[in-house]
């Protein structure tokens, strides 16, 4: 139990750090920032609550752990419960601090998005990154891996991550954190996350199996 309420909160701090960054801190930090508030918000979790349940915080990270062997199904999807109600619980808290749901730091694409990239280049990012982002995972918490440092690299993953993507999408890399902001704002965030919930599942299992079949592993 305390694995899932470590999750739960963890999820709901990347959530509340992350899109609280880009929703109160806005132009006053720009994207660097948000990139910076995203990151960090994992470092700082990673480090918290990685001793008590691995500081999974994503579902496509949970998903890939699950493809290399390293958790069964049932801790993976009591893993998925406990991410997507802290990033509910999350965007929840920031509605009440900014006092709206118009603007929770929601994913997106197309005209009035950002930089209004098409479906297909969001379709592509999310996989994409979000297979890198596992990969970095699954390598700096292997067994060969140095010892202590997995946290500051999984952040900084984050921190370049967003540096790229946010005019794409907003940068989900991560369904828990899409589903949060999306079901409170709904209309275009909620008709469009389908797609950020598929496309870094896509990219936590190509990861995945990336280790899996020892393609990456030492």
């Not at 880009?22 to 930090?29: E, H, K, M, S």
């Not at 960090?40 to 001793?51: D, F, K, N, Q």
Request: glycine share 14%; hydrophobic share 60%.
């Amino acid at each position: 139990m305390n694995k899932l309420i470590a999750e739960f909160i963890g999820t709901a701090v990347l959530v509340l750090i992350g899109c609280g960054a880009a929703v109160l801190g806005g132009d006053a930090i720009g994207q660097v920032g948000i990139a910076f508030a995203f990151g960090l918000a994992i470092v700082a979790m990673a480090y918290a609550i990685g001793p008590i349940s691995g500081c999974h915080i994503n579902p496509a990270v949970s998903l890939a752990l699950y493809i290399d062997g390293r958790m069964d199904l049932m801790s993976m999807i009591q893993h998925w419960v406990a991410q997507f109600a802290g990033a509910l619980v999350g965007a929840l808290i920031l509605w009440a601090i900014v006092g709206s749901n118009a603007s929770l730091g929601q994913n997106g694409w197309g005209p009035g998005y950002l930089g209004e990239y098409s479906m297909l280049a969001a379709l592509i990012f999310e996989v994409v990154f979000t297979a890198i982002f596992v990969v970095v995972i699954l390598g700096s918490t292997g067994e060969r891996a140095a010892p202590h440092f997995a946290g500051l690299a999984i952040g900084l993953t984050l921190v370049a991550i967003h540096l790229v993507g946010i005019q794409v999408t907003g940068v989900s890399v991560n369904p828990a954190r899409s589903f949060g902001p999306a079901i409170l704002v709904g209309g275009d965030a909620l008709a469009q996350l389908w797609l950020f919930i598929v496309a870094p599942l896509a990219g936590g299992l190509l990861g995945g199996l990336l280790y899996r079949f020892k393609i990456l592993k030492a």
